[in-house]
Nanobody, 116 residues
């Protein structure tokens, strides 16, 4: 079955950088668009970034554009999110997302905390 496992979160100061990763299994990874979402305390889960099957096309939320970079390695079934110039408002649990046959799949999430 589908499995998405995030890793790499942590605590970083404002202005710093952090990368998170997602290891995928249970499906043909290279055939699917992948995405990152995040959820801050007391807020709804929101879209962060999306990457096409080949990795050529990416799309970002306005709030992270120019600071975050999504990438993938199809040979390793991995998707990444590199976060630079982090702000306290980036503090959230970050989730890897797959939509397959109309169903949303999520990992357990990884906490990113940005201190001011």
């Amino acid at each position: 079955q589908v499995s998405l496992v995030e890793s790499g979160g942590g605590l970083v100061q404002a202005g710093g950088s952090l990368g998170v990763s997602c290891a995928a299994s249970g499906f043909t990874f290279s055939r699917y668009t992948m995405a990152w979402f995040r959820q801050a305390p007391g807020k709804e889960r929101e879209f962060v970034a999306r990457i096409s099957r080949s990795g050529i096309i990416t799309y970002y939320a306005d709030s992270v554009k120019g600071r975050f970079t999504i990438s993938r390695e199809n040979a390793k079934n991995m998707v990444y999110l590199q976060m630079n110039s982090l702000k306290p408002e980036d503090t959230a649990v970050y989730y890897c997302n797959l939509v397959k046959w109309g169903l949303d799949y999520w990992g357990q999430g990884t906490q990113v905390t940005v201190s001011s």
